[in-house]
């Protein structure tokens, strides 16, 4: 299930005031490192509010992170001067991104369960904006079950998730659960959602979920697809800044906030649906999982189990992909490709026989990638590859529309000037 995670509009970009970061800082000894991760952030032209919890006073003084932040450090639920300054409510609404760094194994734990018992937790629950974590533990706790379940959940939910890394462990352990060093970490929270918006001023269409073909008024074809990733990628596309027009087959998914669903049922529907969105559109990413066939003839009533066997004519469906990249100008233009075997090799041939900009690429069957919270992309252009690791869908969506927004710009295409020419 894909939470609706960050659709709030952004108002940093929109009235190109500095982005607003909320800064959790939970008790692990990495919070050593945030009076750097502080500077780091503000030299990217952030505003950085700090927001300790109380074990993490013992790794890092407040003064200190006052000091860099230029605001006042936050601690306390109970605080009445600073709840007058500003409410924590506000506080949740102030943010356009709350970034928990260090985040402990037991900072997640509590957040899985959707904890407020102080003032950090309070505040992640009552947000809006995307949920940002640094885990940072021994390597141990980091591989023990009941986190990589917490992690999963949390991912699933739509939280971005930056590191571990592998190295030595202020433990005098190695392995992974060191937390990114404050530059990377900087730059992983400024390249994903919402304070870099390298889709603002573009249309996006993305289509998602099944489609199915009607046999008679009772049954239809239909494939696994749950609409997920597609919705994900709708939602990140939206949080990157652009128009979102999801055309979606029938899905048990909310449409993600700020995006605009057209719902259809039939491979047909779907390809008028998505060229009549088309217009004036930058981007077209087809995630949808559309039927190649469909039924000759629909039976106008329920078919009756007469004869000993039946055989079901089918014809091609229409190929939305590949229409809408013989389109003439046309957008740019992503595939999805699930395949069972040699999916690098079958995902290049698709790219380059339906002629697309991008193709992603990710493998099926034995309960992969279906219905799943988590996926794994392999991402082909032209003379290019990019692996994305697995991670939640949303995760994932992130990272692929911000390679779509980099080859947009490495190419150069000129905005908005879809015209139809159907072939
Ligand atoms: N697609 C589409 N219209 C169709 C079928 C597929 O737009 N009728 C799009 C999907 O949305 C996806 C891509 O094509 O982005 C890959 O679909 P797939 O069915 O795997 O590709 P095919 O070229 O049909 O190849 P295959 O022989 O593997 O079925």
Redesign the pocket.
């Known amino acids: 299930m894909v939470f609706a995670r960050g659709g709030r509009n952004n108002a940093a970009m929109n009235d190109r005031r500095a982005p607003r970061i909320l800064l959790g800082i939970t008790g692990g000894i990495a919070a050593y490192k945030t009076p750097d991760l502080v500077r780091r952030l503000r030299e990217r032209g952030a505003e950085v509010q700090v927001v300790m919890t109380v074990s993490a006073r013992q790794f890092v003084a407040p003064l200190a992170l006052q000091a860099v932040s230029g605001r006042e450090v936050r601690e306390s639920l109970w605080d009445p001067a600073a709840e007058a300054a500003m409410g924590h409510i506000e506080l949740a609404r102030w943010a356009d991104l709350v970034l928990v760094a260090p985040a402990t194994a037991e900072f997640m734990a509590r957040l899985v369960h959707g904890r407020a018992d102080d003032l950090l937790a309070t505040l992640c629950l009552a947000t809006a904006a995307p949920l940002h974590l640094a885990p940072a533990m021994n390597r141990l706790m980091w591989s023990n079950p009941a986190t990589q379940a917490n992690v999963a959940s949390l991912r699933a939910r739509g939280v971005a998730l930056h590191g571990p890394a592998s190295g030595e462990q202020a433990c005098g352990e190695t392995g992974e659960g060191r937390m990114l060093e404050p530059v990377e970490l900087a730059e992983a929270v400024f390249a994903g959602v919402g304070l870099s918006r390298p889709l603002a001023g573009r249309k996006v269409v993305v289509?998602a979920g099944p489609t199915r073909e009607r046999l008679d008024p009772v049954r239809f074809l239909t494939n696994r697809s749950s609409g997920k990733m597609g919705y994900a990628v709708a939602q990140a596309a939206c949080e990157a800044g652009a128009e979102v027009v999801l055309v979606s087959g029938p899905v048990a998914l909310p449409a993600p906030p700020g995006v605009t669903r057209v719902d259809v049922e039939s491979?047909r529907q779907m390809y008028e649906a998505v060229h009549a969105a088309l217009r004036g559109a930058d981007v077209y990413i087809?995630?949808?999982?559309?039927?190649?066939y469909e039924p000759a003839q629909v039976a106008p009533e329920k078919i009756k189990k007469e004869a000993p066997t039946m055989t079901l004519e089918l014809v091609k469906?229409?190929?939305?992909?590949a229409s809408v990249a013989a389109l003439e100008p046309r957008p740019f233009v992503v595939?999805?490709?699930?395949e069972t075997q040699r999916v690098e090799e079958?995902a290049r041939a698709?790219l380059e026989r339906?002629r697309l900009d991008m193709i992603a690429a990710n493998r099926v069957g034995d309960g992969l990638a279906f219905d799943r919270d988590e996926n794994a992309l392999t991402v082909l252009w032209d003379g290019g590859r990019e692996e994305l690791m697995t991670a939640g869908k949303l995760d994932l969506a992130r990272r692929l529309v911000a390679l779509v927004a980099a080859r947009m710009a490495a190419q150069s295409r000129p905005a908005s000037n879809v015209v139809h020419v159907r072939r």
């Open positions: 289509s491979a087809g995630a949808a999982a559309v039927a190649d469906a229409p190929d939305i992909l595939g999805f490709a699930a079958h698709k339906k």
